[in-house]
């Protein structure tokens, strides 16, 4: 055997491996979709304790909707009485649920997600809470437990 059949020998196990482990785009697409379907399922619960433990991980670098004001959140405890607090207050305005209306994700690597989530606030008769073309960003990263959200930018 020559040298150069060796060499290219010697590198195939490890390419074939390295696909054999790759998510591709799609999946992990699917995936992302999936962990933003979770998430507004149990927004539209309300359930803020959830939430906090399942779909976020802090800290947390949030931006609202109604200012430019950021922050950073460090506990799930202070995450799950914000969610609390904005939920509370939706309610007290006449908040029913969340309507999405589309996602654009992008994958970047395997263990990273920007997502665009165009989205409605309901009121209980139907109508809307602001603006009806409402849009949020945020930053996922997979961990060993799955997909978790780590910023949110409200728009």
């Keep these: 055997m020559t040298f150069f059949t060796l060499a290219v020998?010697?590198?195939?196990?490890?390419s074939l491996a390295t696909e054999d482990t790759m998510t591709s785009a799609e999946t992990l697409k699917h995936e992302v979709i999936a962990h933003m379907d979770r998430y507004i399922r149990l927004a539209n619960k309300a359930d803020a304790s959830l939430i906090a433990k399942e779909i976020y991980e802090t800290p947390v670098l949030m931006k609202g909707f109604d200012d430019?004001?950021?922050?950073?959140?460090l506990t799930a405890e202070e995450l799950r009485k914000q969610f609390t607090n904005h939920f509370n207050h939706l309610k007290d305005i006449g908040w029913s649920h969340f309507v999405v209306n589309?996602?654009?994700?992008?994958?970047?690597?395997?263990?990273?997600?920007f997502v665009k989530m165009q989205f409605q606030w309901m009121k209980k008769d139907g109508s809307l809470i602001g603006p009806k073309d409402r849009t949020a960003c945020?930053?996922?990263?997979?961990k060993i437990d799955g997909?978790?959200?780590?910023?949110v930018m409200g728009n």
């Design 138 to 142: 945020y930053l996922l990263i997979k």
């Design 68 to 73: 430019l004001t950021h922050d950073v959140t």
């Design 147 to 151: 997909w978790k959200t780590v910023s």
């Design 102 to 113: 589309g996602y654009e994700v992008t994958v970047s690597g395997q263990q990273i997600a």
């Design 9 to 14: 020998l010697a590198l195939l196990p490890h």
